[in-house]
């Protein structure tokens, strides 16, 4: 079972890891592409980015895969059509995922 965390501790342990994984080096004026983040969410997880974009719907997975599409909605200006074309998912899949995030965080 995956222990609910809130969306501000979920932040600060994938910009930890960033610097862990050594993927701060890429960033350009605190700036990281939305594939760059997906992938160390991926690694974060323990996960395939593979199976992260692929159709499973296990759910340890599904609840990876709407984690990442939150930290993407509030990390980058990206749309919820971006986000799902970057997790091979419908802009709709996307919007039900910030929905459930937000509804798991306020448990």
Do not use: D, E, N, T
């Given at each position: 079972m995956i222990d609910p965390v809130t969306a501000e501790q979920m932040q600060k342990d994938y910009f930890y890891a960033?610097?862990?994984s050594g993927l701060a080096v890429h960033m350009v004026e605190d700036r990281i592409s939305p594939h760059e983040m997906v992938t160390a969410f991926a690694k974060i997880k323990q996960v395939g980015l593979k199976e992260?974009?692929?159709p499973s719907r296990r759910h340890p997975l599904?609840?990876?895969r709407q984690e990442c599409m939150a930290m993407l909605r509030k990390k980058t200006d990206l749309t919820t059509s971006d986000i799902g074309r970057i997790l091979n998912r419908d802009h709709t899949t996307v919007l039900?995922?910030?929905k459930a995030v937000k509804r798991r965080a306020a448990q």
């Open positions: 960033f610097i862990q992260l974009r692929g599904v609840i990876y039900h995922a910030l």
